[in-house]
């Protein structure tokens, strides 16, 4: 079975940088997309970063160039290097994949902002 683990949250102070990383492993197949999604308490789920396999790579309007989204040549690990974070990025973040038909979700990771 696919799996998919994050790693790298944890506290972090307003203006500073943090790298969280999914790993995957069980896949006997090429994901085609990739990337990670945030939640906050009370808020919906959105996107934050993605990344095709050709490397095309999509924001949510929120990053305004802050965050980056990359991946490992081999497609089964990626990266988000978030740096000048805020308060608001407070959330759980979410590596999350599609292949061969289906979507794939890790557990999540917490990033809390704070002083």
């Known amino acids: 079975q696919v799996q998919l683990v994050e790693s790298g949250g944890g506290l972090v102070q307003p203006g500073g940088s943090l790298r969280l990383s999914c790993k995957t492993s069980g896949a006997i197949f090429s994901f085609t997309a990739m990337g990670w999604y945030r939640q906050a308490p009370g808020k919906q789920r959105e996107l934050v970063a993605t990344i095709i396999s050709n490397g095309l790579t999509n924001y949510g309007d929120f990053v305004k160039g802050r965050f980056r989204i990359a991946k490992e040549k081999d497609g089964n690990k990626w990266q988000l290097q978030m740096s000048n974070v805020a308060l608001e990025d407070t959330a759980d973040y979410y590596c999350?994949?599609?292949?061969?038909?289906?979507?794939?979700w890790g557990q999540g990771t917490q990033v809390t902002v704070s002083s």
């Open positions: 999350w994949a599609r292949g061969r038909g289906h979507g794939y």
